[in-house]
Nanobody, 124 residues
Framework: QVQLVESGGGLVQVGGSLRLSCAAS????????MGWFRQAPGKEREFVARINSSGAGTYYANSVKGRFTISRDNAKNTVYLQMNTLKPDDTAVYYC?????????????????WGKGTLVTVSS
């Protein structure tokens, strides 16, 4: 089992940048596939990005491709989401997700482990 704690959210202006972190506790972090989802007010939780266990493979939602970068440091048990050129539509609570040994699905109802989220607000 893994516990996930997100950090790094906050208030940023349009066009700005933030880096989110997700620290994982528990064993065998390098065996987990990791991802980020987000949920805006009044909307369903949606997929943002995912990364495989080694960090060699990534995949992004079209809405963030070219602006966001997911990465991980297995020595630090941490996954990151670098967010650049932020837009008001990026305002949401961002959640870290983990799956043991299998790819992160894009449907949130299939995720086994979640963090509690960190709020990102992009102001215009």
């Amino acid at each position: 089992q893994v516990q996930l704690v997100e950090s790094g959210g906050g208030l940023v202006q349009v066009g700005g940048s933030l880096r989110l972190s997700c620290a994982a506790s528990g064993r065998a972090f390098s065996s987990y596939y990791m991802g980020w989802f987000r949920q805006a007010p009044g909307k369903e939780r949606e997929f943002v990005a995912r990364i495989n266990s080694s960090g060699a493979g990534t995949y992004y939602a079209n809405s963030v491709k070219g602006r966001f970068t997911i990465s991980r440091d297995n020595a630090k048990n941490t996954v990151y989401l670098q967010m650049n050129t932020l837009k008001p539509d990026d305002t949401a609570v961002y959640y870290c997700a983990a799956q043991m040994g299998i790819i992160i699905p894009t449907r949130p109802n299939a995720i086994n482990y979640w963090g509690k989220g960190t709020l990102v607000t992009v102001s215009s």
